[in-house]
């Protein structure tokens, strides 16, 4: 149970922004919204995380709704090595970190 | 950044045999420590998680006798497959994160094949 909801596929064009939605309805006060990603074969690297504020980094950017019950993941410029699993992570504490199905996006040329 | 280096990335092992796969902490105190499994086309799953100095804490239906996890040091832990069989081949990933260090860094991941 990773408490997220994300869609099992999106396509994206290259040099197109790729926009992941993640629901997460049930979300606690404290509970902060991280997004992973796996490329093939690799273990996950880290892209941002926020808690109630919209957040950027070089990466990408990300939205959380105001009643924080969902976010999406921005990467402004897809290019094709952004094709990778993603993932949405709803963190509980320090010792909780489990990985729902996640968004596999393919940036098409 | 923090980095945590996982090895090795491959092995192969008969059936029958243990296999130890090592994950470090190279530049941060790694108090707590996971491990998934992943099998092809899926998700991660985490197996067990792990304290420095504790006995690590096995997710249901992962049996704590065959998947041995060490984390003895703050910079390492281990994780056996002892008495491998093939359906335990899998792809292995640790995470670390410790109390100065937000978020999860996860290891390279270790492809294991039991023949």
């Known amino acids: 149970d990773a408490k997220t909801t994300q869609p099992p596929s999106m396509d994206c064009a290259e040099g197109r922004a790729a926009n992941l939605p993640c629901n997460h309805s049930t979300i606690s006060g404290n509970e902060y919204v991280y997004w992973y990603r796996q490329i093939h074969s690799q273990g996950p690297q880290y892209i941002i995380h926020?808690?109630?504020n919209n957040e950027t980094n070089e990466m990408a950017s990300l939205i959380i709704t105001e009643d924080r019950k969902s976010s999406t993941l921005i990467l402004p410029h897809a290019t094709l090595r952004d094709t990778a699993v993603y993932y949405c992570?709803?963190?509980?504490?320090?010792?909780?970190?489990?990985f729902g199905a996640g968004t596999r996006l393919t940036v098409k040329p | 950044g923090a980095v945590v280096s996982q090895h090795p990335s491959r092995v192969i092992c008969k059936s029958g045999t243990s296999v130890k796969i090592e994950c470090r902490s190279l530049d941060f105190q790694a108090t707590t420590m996971f491990w998934y499994r992943q099998f092809p086309k899926q998700s991660l799953m985490l197996m067990a998680t792990s304290n420095e100095g504790s006995k690590a804490t096995y997710e249901q239906g992962v049996e704590k006798d065959k998947f041995l996890i060490n984390h003895a040091s703050l910079t390492l832990s281990t994780l056996t497959v002892t008495s491998a069989h093939p359906e335990d081949s899998s792809f292995y990933i640790c995470?670390?994160?410790?109390?100065?260090?937000?978020?999860?860094?996860f290891g390279s991941g270790t492809r294991l094949t039991v023949v």
């Open positions: 926020g808690l109630k």
């Open positions: 995470s670390a994160t410790g109390q100065d260090h937000y978020g999860y860094t």
């Open positions: 992570i709803v963190r509980v504490g320090w010792n909780d970190m489990r």
